[in-house]
């Protein structure tokens, strides 16, 4: 593996720069409001095990869920599968939390007793004294009350349970105004070819942190197999009209987005690579800070994104031409 394909990250190890996410792979939540449960794709949790095993064995390292991934299944079968693997890191999220049993998730807590009460829960799932890295989950968290949970997590660090912490935020100043904290060493973001996340991407880079690439494959929609109108149950979370929904609409990828695509679809697959390796190889070409976590409901899918490590980065006259056709559709999507 080459050294574009690696990456040290926070505690000093080098690992490959791909790692899996564990969303879909949770399967279903009922929010809290709400007495309908959604999912994220069509799951079944042994075909998961197999597939973080499969992960484990092609050499990937880094796995990330949260207390809230099917209220906390992700990481009950991240630790079942994991399970012995101590070289394995593992990355989960706090603020957010539920009953793996029920799936019924409970009201946003991001409190210093919510923050130790999800901390312990996610120990016990995923049958870990120590949780490599902790985020805070509530992307829009107010700065005004994250210094508290920051100090929490940083008590959590001193006592070893946690050995970092970071936020999942897509805003700038959120971010700028944390990290310089002993521990803060990573921030969870939206990075794709059309979310290019320039202001969170820069302070990464420039404050050394590593940026995990949330939403890599633009919720599926840049594997290309949504292109022809095909459509996700009514039971998908892309089938909601969330707000942030934006790469699906009416349980369909949006075709704004799907034009894009085909507009780069040649760029993408170029050196034999499929669209999502294509879409991987972007990221890695695009950010050194920047380590993707696409998810995955079935083995094939973990096989095709590792797959994106032995490709490469995409060579920088392909990213010029990605760039040419698509930047003044991007600067007009993230103004």
């Not at 079944?44 to 050499?59: F, M, N, P, Q, V």
């Not at 934006?246 to 040649?266: H, I, S």
């Amino acid at each position: 593996m080459s050294a574009a394909t690696t990456m040290e990250i926070w505690n000093g190890r080098t690992v490959p720069r791909i790692g899996i996410g564990t969303w879909a792979a949770g399967g279903g939540v009922i929010w809290a409001g709400s007495n309908e449960a959604t999912v994220y794709g069509d799951v079944d949790d042994e075909r998961s095990k197999s597939a973080i095993t499969l992960a484990y064995d092609l050499g990937c390292r880094v796995f990330d869920t949260a207390a809230a991934y099917g209220a906390g299944n992700a990481e009950l079968l991240l630790g079942e599968a994991l399970a012995g693997k101590d070289d394995a890191v593992i990355i989960s999220k706090c603020g957010y939390y539920g009953d793996p049993t029920t799936r019924r998730m409970a009201p946003e807590d991001a409190s210093p007793a919510g923050i130790r009460h999800c901390v312990e829960q996610s120990r016990k799932r995923l049958k870990r004294d120590r949780i490599d890295l902790m985020l805070l989950h509530i992307n829009e968290y107010p700065i005004d009350k994250a210094g508290a949970a920051f100090d929490t997590l940083g008590h959590l660090r001193n006592e070893g349970k946690i050995g970092a912490f970071g936020w999942s935020t897509d805003h700038p100043e959120r971010l700028a105004a944390f990290v310089g904290r002993r521990g803060f060493v990573a921030v969870e973001n939206d990075y794709n070819i059309f979310d290019r996340a320039d202001e969170v991407m820069a302070i990464a880079e420039r404050e050394k942190l590593v940026s995990l690439s949330r939403l890599p494959l633009a919720m599926g929609l840049l594997t290309g197999k949504y292109s022809g109108g095909r459509k996700v149950g009514a039971d998908d979370v892309r089938a909601t009209e969330q707000p942030w929904m934006k790469f699906f609409k009416g349980g369909a990828a949006n075709p704004d987005f799907t034009r894009r695509l085909e507009a780069v679809r040649d760029l993408l697959t170029t050196g034999g690579r499929t669209l999502a390796q294509g879409a991987l190889g972007w990221i890695l070409a695009k950010s050194p800070a920047a380590l993707p976590l696409p998810g995955f409901t079935r083995p094939d899918q973990v096989r095709d994104n590792l797959g994106a490590l032995e490709k490469g980065p995409l060579p920088a006259a392909v990213m010029a031409e990605i760039d040419a056709v698509l930047m003044p559709a991007s600067a007009h999507a993230n103004p």
